[in-house]
């Protein structure tokens, strides 16, 4: 019986030993107490604790942490409201603060968003809201932080997830988005008919700039046709006009080089003046030396006519 004693004693010490031992695991802290007050905050690794004085009070993430908030109502400095959703990533930097900074964190958190959204959107218009999403951003995570140091959380990063505006208003925002891209669109149209004409009028321009150049080196080539034409018929005529000049010339010359006698001058000049009495001139001047030849003429026929009879 005894001996049954002592092995449920040794089992139960055994279980007893078991439980003092703890490992934490990576990305995790353990908070603990002794005998209710702060004790110590355990790390990664194998830690003991004392059987029935020590107690793990709160074991702590410290990985970054994702919280979506449900849509706040919020009114914007133009007096419109909308709702709008965040999502705030968070860290905890220090497991004795976040353990005893405040009951509720998650909670805190949440209601001191919706507060500090409030409070910026409250500065801003309507339209200011819509296209400022990253100021938003900017002043919730500075904000955050600062308010959430005491607690040992660190907030990283605030995202506006949903901007939700009266159904009135967008459907007024739907009908403008509507009107700017019908205006982009007549813009759009009106700029290609103006480029269209625009190519138009230059290809009619370099069109008919062509023609003048094409037409005025046509009238060139003419003129250039002409003038050779003419030059090529001026010295056809010189060459004709040198060649008849030669022929004379040379004419002469060899008349000379014959050395004709007088009597044959006379006879020539007669030839000459019977051709020019061919004419239809009405006065003919008869040079003398002709007159004289003329005379031996009438001389010789009439001597011829006397031996006839």
Known sequence: MQIYLLIG???????VLASCVKIVPQAYAYVVERLGGYQGTWSVGVHLKVPLVDKIARKVVLKEQVVDFAPQPVITKDNVTMRIDTVVFYQITDPKLYAYGVENPIMAIENLTATTLRNIIGDLELDETLTSREIINTKMRVSLDTATDPWGIKVNRVELKNIIPPAAIQDAMEKQMKAERERREAILIAEGQKKSAILVAEGKKESAILEAQADKESQILRAEAKKEATIKEAEGQAEAILSIQKANAEGIRMLNDSDPGKGVIQLKSLEAFAKAADGKATKII???????????VKSLTEVGAKDEL
């Open 9 to 15: 004693l040794g089992i139960i010490i055994l279980l």
């Open 286 to 296: 008869i040079p003398s030396e002709i007159q004289g030849l003329a005379g031996l």
